[in-house]
């Protein structure tokens, strides 16, 4: 429910309020005024009795103390009246403000559960539009992205030159820490042309700074710095995981 509706129910609910209100604490003002004008009745009656206690009959003296006692019945009456009226307006303005919290509690989910969706809409909508905007121009930019080497051969691989068929296995797993700029997960949603080569030991197409093996005869060749744990172009020979291995079982 939009932040208006919640807002135009609880405005409508409270329209009455203040006239009801009102209303109560106007009784309570006539039973404040009927109660001061019983008590001073009540002080008359007493002022009359103690002044001619006496000469009055017992007759008289039993009349005045009853109307002494029914004033102060009438009082109690009314302030019993007069608490009753204090309670129904709490009641009514704490009815009111339970109501209110309820609907922010209420509104603040419906809240939360649209920003979710929202979110989580954002989230589709870019990859999407990440998919579409991949065009065979930002293709050919991806494949010429420069690649860093330990060497001074030729710096970068090319299209066509070589086909690397890998069998992936547990033996090397790339590191889960993200260095750089570029994750490879970041590739995976990635339209990817079929007739790219793909290098490393995640088996991607070229993206990033990627760094080449020194060893001649590696199968792979070149390396994204992410897969092997780099962040700076290393100095001195750099052998891949791989080739690492190979080289201390000999």
Known sequence: MAAGMYLEHYLDSIENLPFELQRNFQLMRDLDQRTEDLKGQIDSLAREYTANARTLSSEQKLSLLRQIQQSYSKCKEFGDDKVQLAMQTYEMVDKHIRRLDTDLARFEADLKEKQIESTDYDSTSSKGKKNE??????????????????????????NGQKKVKLIHTGEFNAPAVNFGNVHPSDVLDMPVDP????YCLCHQVSYGEMIGCDNTDCSIEWFHF?????????????????????????
């Open 195 to 198: 007739n790219e080569p793909t």
């Open 133 to 158: 905007s991949r065009g065979p121009k930002e293709k050919k930019v991806a494949r010429t992205r420069s690649k860093v080497k330990n060497s001074d051969d030729d710096g970068s691989p090319k």
């Open 226 to 250: 992410a897969c092997v744990g780099l962040t700076t172009k290393p100095r001195g020979k750099w052998y891949c995981p791989r080739c690492s291995q190979e080289r201390k079982k000999k």
